[in-house]
């Protein structure tokens, strides 16, 4: 059984989102943490009552509710225009969006953490998006890749992200039936987060 037994539509859209949160969330968040790191901003908070965590926290909250706004456009889009049946697994796919984002977010983050300018930045960037954009089945099919590249690529978070769309809008799968990918999604969250905070100059 292959991919086209099923919903193409849904597919598309589970891809659509999958793409435009891994470029949007990983650059935008780059690019912010690095013009805020240029403008000093660390030093002001030094000099506020804002403690680190909060001021991560809040950062990071930012690039959620971009987030969140894109995949909202994409699921209405897809909803209204192309009749996919969004409405039955809404909640879950709100949570898997919100996990998803969060991931690349960090992975923002983590990128931050090698280079000093906005040019930098984003050239590493695309240097993550784009491998994992070709590797993650999202462009071309897993099948068409050797066996290796399979296994490496089950691990990759856009791989994961993908799958976890699919599986939540396409084949109706619980996110509780899918711990290994919601589990690789949060470990990514947590031990960015943790490293972000023991950082001394994380933001």
């Given amino acids: 059984a292959g991919v086209f037994d099923v919903n193409p539509k849904g597919i ?12 949007t969330c990983l650059l935008l968040t780059s690019m912010s ?37 894109e995949a909202m456009i994409i699921f209405i889009v897809a909803a209204i225009g192309f009749g996919v049946d969004i409405l039955p697994v809404f909640g879950e796919l709100f ?4 996990l998803i984002a969060l991931s690349f ?17 984003i050239l590493l960037s695309l240097l993550v998006i784009v491998p994992l954009l070709f590797i993650s089945g999202v462009i071309i099919p897993l099948d068409f890749m050797t066996p290796l590249i399979q296994v490496f690529s089950s691990f990759m978070p856009l791989t994961i992200a993908n799958n976890l769309l699919i599986g939540v809008l396409v084949r109706g ?5 899918m711990l290994f990918e919601v589990g690789v999604l949060v470990s990514i969250i947590v031990a960015v987060i943790i490293i972000t905070l023991l950082k001394k100059e994380s933001y």
């Fill in 105 to 121: 977010i960090s992975i923002g983050l983590l990128v931050t953490f090698f280079t000093k300018n906005q040019s930098t930045a």
């Fill in 95 to 98: 949570i898997a969006t919100i």
């Fill in 173 to 177: 799968i619980s996110l509780t039936e």
């Fill in 12 to 23: 598309l859209t589970a891809n659509a989102t999958a793409i435009v949160l891994i470029m």
């Fill in 33 to 69: 943490v690095i013009t805020e790191r240029n403008q000093k901003s660390a030093l002001r908070m030094g000099l506020s009552p804002t403690n680190k965590v909060t001021f991560v926290v809040g950062g990071v909250l930012g690039q959620l509710v971009i987030a969140l706004v």
